[in-house]
């Protein structure tokens, strides 16, 4: 099951990589742990599983982000 989601949410990345490319929308990528690998988590209870991914965003071409202090 773990490569199963693994996998399905590669593939919904990817779409929304697609459908954006072309767009002035963030672009959305899974971010890298240490390892190399995403940086994902697990947490089963008891009636449930929870998978969560993080994804960083990056700015569209031409744009960057910038933190602003909070006034």
Do not use: N
Not at 3 to 25: I, P, Q
Request: glycine share 8%; proline share 8%; aromatic share 8%.
């Amino acid at each position: 099951m773990c490569k199963l989601v693994r996998e399905m949410v590669g593939d919904l990345l990817g779409a929304c990589h697609v459908l954006c490319k072309r767009t002035f929308m963030p672009q959305m990528h899974p971010d890298i742990g240490l390892d190399g690998r995403p940086y994902d988590v697990w947490s089963v209870q008891e009636h449930s599983i929870t998978y969560c991914l993080l994804v960083s965003l990056q700015p569209p071409p031409g744009h960057s982000f910038i933190l602003e202090e909070d006034t």
